[in-house]
Nanobody, 115 residues
Framework: QVQLVESGGGLVQPGGSLRLSCAAS????????LGWHRQAPGKQRNLVAR???????NYADSVKGRFTISRDNAKNTVYLQMNSLKPEDTAVYYC?????????WGQGTQVTVSS
């Protein structure tokens, strides 16, 4: 079992920044990759960014150049630095952990971009 706890969401004005954090615990050795998904109201849940155990990253086209995913293996934590935020980034953001057996999801944290 893997447990994921997100933090760092909130309300920010367009053009602002936020950093999301996700602390993993439990069977950490099972995790191959960590990532972030998001789900806006009335829309499907989509991948935002993903980082492998080796540090390789990939991003959704809509966030490339604005968002950066990173991980601190010593702290079992993954981060999502979000800059130049837009209203369309408003969503619930979920931390995810990919393992050979299954994927795990956090409870989600709300990010609202509005003036």
């Amino acid at each position: 079992q893997v447990q994921l706890v997100e933090s760092g969401g909130g309300l920010v004005q367009p053009g602002g920044s936020l950093r999301l954090s996700c602390a993993a615990s439990g069977s950490i050795f099972l995790i191959n990759a960590l990532g972030w998904h998001r789900q806006a109201p009335g829309k499907q849940r989509n991948l935002v960014a993903r980082i492998s155990s080796g540090g390789n990253t990939n991003y959704a086209d809509s966030v490339k150049g604005r968002f950066t995913i990173s991980r601190d293996n010593a702290k079992n934590t993954v981060y999502l630095q979000m800059n130049s935020l837009k209203p369309e980034d408003t969503a619930v953001y979920y931390c995810t952990a990919d393992t050979i057996r299954r994927d795990y999801w956090g409870q989600g944290t709300q990010v609202t971009v509005s003036s």
